[in-house]
């Protein structure tokens, strides 16, 4: 089991900055990627960005720029630097981990989500 806790989220103006945390515990030497979702009201979850157990990552066009996501092994946290923020990046942010299981197979774990408010 992989548990996610999520902080950092907040209200902000547009252009302003703001630092997600995701803090993982349990079996953490399972996870084989992480990355950050959100869901704005009315539209499907989408992937922001994520990152690989070898360190590659990916990152949605429209946060291309001006999100970073980096991640502290020995921490077992993620992070997502978001920078230039938009009213259009007002959503609910999640923290996700795809881990092996005991089968050869995965499975994925969610965080509670964070808001994220972009508005003057």
């Known amino acids: 089991q992989v548990q996610l806790v999520e902080s950092g989220g907040g209200l902000v103006q547009p252009g302003g900055s703001l630092r997600l945390s995701c803090a993982a515990s349990?079996?953490?030497?399972?996870?084989?990627?992480m990355g950050w979702y959100r869901q704005a009201p009315g539209k499907q979850r989408e992937l922001v960005t994520h990152?690989?157990?070898?360190?590659?990552?990916n990152y949605a066009d429209s946060v291309k720029g001006r999100f970073t996501i980096s991640r502290d092994v020995a921490k077992n946290t993620m992070y997502l630097q978001m920078n230039s923020l938009k009213p259009e990046d007002t959503a609910v942010y999640y923290c996700?981990?795809?881990?092996?299981?005991?089968?050869?197979?995965?499975?994925?774990?969610w965080g509670q989500g964070t808001q994220v408010t972009v508005s003057s």
């Open positions: 996700n981990a795809d881990a092996r299981t005991t089968w050869g197979m995965s499975r994925s774990y």
């Open positions: 349990g079996s953490t030497s399972s996870i084989n990627a």
């Open positions: 990152i690989t157990s070898g360190g590659s990552t």
